[in-house]
């Protein structure tokens, strides 16, 4: 009759036989317990670093090289009139003598890694009407109402200031034709030093200070009468005139309103 006992013990002296041989080659329990810890802590303290580091990472990467674009008036939130956040971009266009179209530019990379649509199809329903704060210019000819005296010279010498280039736009309200009623910053040659779109209009002599319902100046309103004053006293633009009308006053004559 068969040993069923010895047949019954031999898996057992393999499967020891297997735990000696396995516990030769890689120590002791502790010793196992130390390479188990080490093979789990060189899998995760690169992820956790990572999660550390990684959130911050897309955190910053999305808020100042992306970055948040509005591509209209109508997309900006409230709470960003209420901080008067400024934000970049390119002038695409230029209205008439106190307004023009940005293109938002949040971030980095535009011009080299980012692209700024260049046609109007492409442009059409992706930028900010902005209307100068502070100021009025002279009005152009439209909706059968006679242009201004240097209404022109207005457009003209706004078009050259802003168009094509990178400006700063200090975000203060949205007016009732859903344009952002902003003060504008641009960097003029030859030393690239900050100008205010405003008050270079004012010291042109090429616009006035806004008085009516609702005129924004960013705390500025007195060095911008400073600005007019000079103008004044000088007789430039507007002020060379024998009889001045102002913006406001020409277009109530001839439409039954303001700006």
């Known amino acids: 009759m068969p040993n069923n006992k010895a047949n019954d013990e031999e898996p057992w002296k393999t499967w020891n036989k297997i735990k000696l041989t396995f516990h030769q080659y890689m120590g002791s329990e502790e010793e196992l317990s130390n390479w188990a810890d080490s093979v789990v802590q060189s899998i995760w303290r690169p992820v956790a670093v990572g999660i550390v580091i990684g959130i911050p990472a897309v955190w910053a990467v999305s808020r100042f ?12 939130p409230p709470e960003v009139f209420e901080k008067a956040t400024r934000i970049r971009g390119k002038v695409v266009a ?13 971030g980095l990379g535009w011009g080299w890694i980012r692209n700024i649509p260049k046609t109007r199809k492409e442009l059409q329903n992706q930028t900010i009407s902005i209307r100068i704060a502070g100021v009025d210019a002279p009005e152009g000819a439209h909706f059968g109402m006679p242009a201004q005296p240097f209404s022109a010279e207005a457009k003209q010498f706004l078009t050259k200031l802003v168009l094509n280039k990178r400006v700063q736009v200090q975000l203060l309200s949205r007016d009732q034709y859903s344009r952002v009623v902003a003060m504008a910053y641009v960097r003029k040659p030859p030393f690239f030093v900050k100008k205010n779109v405003s008050a270079e209009m004012l010291k042109a002599g090429l616009a006035s200070i806004y008085v009516a319902k609702g005129a924004q100046y960013a705390g500025m309103l007195d060095r911008l009468k400073k600005y007019e004053s000079r103008a004044k006293f000088f007789k430039r633009g507007i002020w060379s005139l024998k009889k001045y009308v102002s913006p406001g006053d020409h277009k109530a004559k001839h439409l039954g309103g303001g700006k």
């Open 65 to 76: 090289v992306v970055g948040k674009r509005y591509k209209t008036a109508g997309h900006i």
């Open 94 to 106: 230029v209205g008439d003598s106190d307004n023009f179209r940005l293109y938002h530019t949040p």
